[in-house]
């Protein structure tokens, strides 16, 4: 009876926000993405008992590449410079590995398998030149998480994605990527 008072005296006098995440909440993500490469994404996900399912679209605009077309019999070698934008979606899980006592402070490791196109900006004149590529890749996610409302989070992350594209797998894979963005929880 001493103990129960005592519990019951100690939790009346302060405030409780714990309860940030609920299981079963879904959450509907806006980000930025920059670095290298410049874009944006949404994302829907829902909350589950050890962190968040994820799945998005996303844009980027891709690097500038160099495209030689092979000669012909009509025509020489040439070599073009040739912009791209991706565009692909995502799924995966992020994981709550820690946060404060509140839970207003999170941070989330995860990461996501991507599947999309890579479309290219062709210059005028350019024959042989693909207008696009199918990109497949994965990856890992470092998310910041803070809530400076109940059901709103502010997030920073960092996406190392690894994509490979068309048939050069020894080409460029690696995207880092840095973001930020904001969260709705939504019950």
Not at 96 to 123: I, K, M, Q
Request: proline share 4%; with cysteine; charged share 15%.
């Amino acid at each position: 009876m001493a103990m129960s008072a005592l519990i019951l005296f100690c939790l009346s006098g302060s405030e409780s926000h714990a309860q940030r995440h609920i299981s079963g909440q879904h959450v509907v993500s806006v980000d930025a993405f920059a670095w290298k490469q410049y874009g944006g994404g949404i994302s829907w996900g829902k909350y589950g008992l050890y962190g968040r399912s994820l799945f998005g679209v996303s844009f980027l605009t891709g690097p500038s590449e160099s495209y030689t077309v092979p000669a012909t019999k009509t025509a020489e070698e040439a070599t073009y410079d040739v912009l791209s934008r991706d565009w692909f979606a995502s799924g995966g899980y992020l994981f709550r590995v820690v946060g404060n006592r509140s839970r207003s402070l999170n941070l989330l490791l995860g990461g996501t398998v991507d599947l999309g196109a890579r479309v290219h900006v062709v210059p005028e004149g350019s024959a042989g030149v693909p207008k696009a590529k199918f990109i497949y890749g994965v990856s890992p996610v470092i998310q910041m998480e803070y809530f400076p409302d109940t059901n709103i989070a502010l997030n920073l992350h960092f996406r190392p994605r690894f994509q490979l594209y068309g048939h050069k797998v020894f080409e460029r894979v690696f995207y880092p990527e840095f973001g930020i963005g904001c969260s709705f929880y939504i019950l």
